[in-house]
């Protein structure tokens, strides 16, 4: 009687790179869902993250009671290339009418005097919901055919994995390999 082989066992470096791989190979399917729109990748990025802020009612990404959002807070949020924020969200900001609101922190927030956040306006919510709803269709069409306990299981494995990424966060140490 032959006897069945078992698969090899997955390592956590192959669970970790097939992250890095689905994030390049979904870009493909981004910048489809982006193409058309007057938006970068990166500007849709940052709105459909303040979009689910204000409309969708994401928690994951802190903000306060009006939806403002610190420009730290997004700067290790965003997916797509984090740098020039600033000037990014400069010229959301200074689009006629704005797409994205720009204040001050409010006395007592904790936030620096001089640190910045940000929400996205009406018009901003607007513009980018067209977008968000292609990204839905797009996610819809991806998904198709794959059983509901294998999406619950990804999804439940890539959140532990976000959660102990930020549980560290304050410990770089914890990422380094001779510590």
């Not at 066992?9 to 190979?25: K, L, M, N, Q, Y």
């Not at 959301?92 to 409010?106: F, G, H, M, T």
């Amino acid at each position: 009687m032959r006897q069945k082989k078992s698969a090899p066992a997955i390592e956590p470096t192959d669970t970790v790179t097939s992250i890095f791989t689905a994030r390049r190979d979904l870009l493909q399917g981004v910048k489809s869902v982006v193409a058309g729109t007057g938006f970068t990748v990166e500007a849709a990025d940052l709105l459909m993250s303040l979009y689910g802020v204000r409309e969708l009612g994401w928690d994951d990404l802190p903000h306060d009671q009006e939806h403002y959002v610190a420009f730290k807070e997004l700067e290790q949020f965003l997916v797509h290339n984090p740098s020039l924020l600033s000037r990014r969200i400069r010229k959301l900001a200074d689009v006629k009418p704005p797409l994205v609101q720009v204040e001050k922190p409010k006395a007592g927030s904790g936030l620096h005097f001089n640190a910045l956040r940000v929400r996205i306006t009406a018009e901003g919510i607007k513009r980018i919901r067209p977008v968000w709803e292609r990204f839905a269709r797009m996610s819809a069409n991806l998904l198709e055919g794959i059983p509901p306990r294998l999406l619950k299981a990804h999804h439940r494995v890539n959140n532990e994995i976000s959660a102990r990424i930020r549980a560290r966060r304050q410990s770089t140490r914890d990422f380094l390999v001779n510590a």
